[in-house]
């Protein structure tokens, strides 16, 4: 029970940025610095820490041409998948007759769809390699624990801004923050009860290195252009200059 607790409150830090996200007022203002913070965060999750996981462990194993082509084909899976994904959700047509037809609603309703649905992938591996960490080593499940719940957090404020500018309502906002970061008890549950002899090693690697794709498709192909361009666009470059920042310190403090 105490690596399952380690993994729920992990996830439930995410609900703690969607609360912080709900102090605010949302306006397109703080919407540009959500979408630019957003992706600036996956971006640096992705890059300088995701991947380079991966990395070490298949260069064990694999020779570096190998390597690099399993590390290629999972990324390039991943933004497929997330491609895919995209074309799943509401159209823009539909979301627009139930927002009453804003444009900026709609494309925030959009986003924050899609970047749910990315931090849901994330956290269900997340979730798994907390309760092991937690089951192999109480310290080491305490460490882990903690370095997840400090890069929750700002996941949780990518999440809630655009759900409560879209939806008027920050309280939904926070709400869907919290049920995004219980993809991690859930994942750790899953493992627990069905699934515990498929998480080997490689099979939990290739997953992280697969959302990884998923996360760097939405930043590029969604967040970053609604966040870089429009009247807003100097408060997107500095909300993703501070969430590649925030991440990086994250993981240089907390690996």
């Given amino acids: 029970m105490h690596p399952l607790l380690l993994t729920t409150l992990a996830g439930l830090s995410t609900g ?4 912080i996200a709900a ?9 540009s610095v959500s979408a630019g913070f957003a992706g600036g965060v996956m971006l640096a999750a992705s890059l300088a820490d995701l991947v380079p996981g991966a990395l070490s462990f298949y ?3 694999l020779p570096p041409m190998g390597c690099g082509a399993a590390l290629l084909t999972l990324l390039g899976a991943g933004m497929v998948l997330a491609a895919l994904l995209g074309r799943l ?10 927002l009453a037809g804003d444009p900026a609603r709609t494309e925030a309703l959009r986003s924050a769809m899609l970047v749910g649905t990315a931090l849901l992938l994330h956290n269900f591996p997340e979730g798994v390699l ?3 960490a937690g089951t192999a080593d109480p310290a080491l499940g305490l460490h882990t624990t903690l370095a997840i719940a400090l890069h929750n957090i700002p996941e949780g404020l990518a999440v809630a801004v655009p759900f409560a500018f ?13 049920i995004s970061g219980l993809a991690e008890p859930a994942g750790a549950l899953l493992a627990l009860l069905f699934l515990g002899r498929w998480f080997t090693p490689g099979f939990l690697n290739g997953t992280v ?3 990884a794709g998923v996360m760097l498709w939405v930043a590029l192909a969604q967040l970053l252009p609604a966040a870089l361009t429009g009247p807003q666009r100097k408060t997107g470059v500095l909300g993703m200059a501070a969430g590649v920042l925030l991440m990086l310190l994250g993981i240089a403090a907390l690996p």
């Fill in 16 to 19: 703690l940025g969607g609360l």
């Fill in 23 to 31: 102090l605010f007022r949302p306006g397109e203002k703080l919407l």
């Fill in 59 to 61: 260069g064990a194993y």
């Fill in 89 to 98: 959700l509401p159209d823009e047509t539909d979301l627009a007759v139930r």
């Fill in 130 to 132: 907390t309760l092991f």
């Fill in 166 to 178: 879209a939806l008027h309502s920050r309280a939904r906002g926070a709400l869907a923050a919290l």
């Fill in 209 to 211: 290195v697969l959302v």
